[in-house]
């Protein structure tokens, strides 16, 4: 079999390996490219939990400041794995789907306890953070 890969190669690269040793061609041909983007220095302090959509909201979020004891709310496996290998502790993980990271929360983060942060790309695929706060949650 044939398999084509579109992520970006530290993304995939396990997997091509993993392909490659079951007998598969594998192309990659990654479609997008993911950067960092500048954003205003944060306090961390003024946040009871954050959320990751994605492996790469932790890999690009300054989190140097951060208590690593702090609510972390993880959208999948593969999130939560890169919160754990940073040194967050209470991580909930809602198995790769922004509805179940949604009801996650909502089930887990009293909103009397404070805000959340909410870490993503400039561009989402979901109002998560909307959603949350017509819930009346305090999201930044």
Sequence with gaps: MHILLTRPLE???????KFKSLGH???HL???KIQKIDYEELNFNEFKGIIFTSANSVKNLNISNVDKQIDC???GSATENIAKKNGFQNIFCA???VNNLK???LQNFDQKKGR????SGEMISSSLDRDLISE?????
């Design 136 to 140: 009346g949650y305090l999201v930044k």
């Design 25 to 27: 061609k594998v192309s």
């Design 116 to 119: 959340l942060l909410y870490a």
């Design 95 to 97: 198995e790769g789907n």
């Design 73 to 75: 709310y993880c959208v």
């Design 11 to 17: 993304d995939c690269k396990d997997l091509i390996i």
């Design 103 to 105: 009801e996650i929360i």
């Design 30 to 32: 990654p479609v997008i």
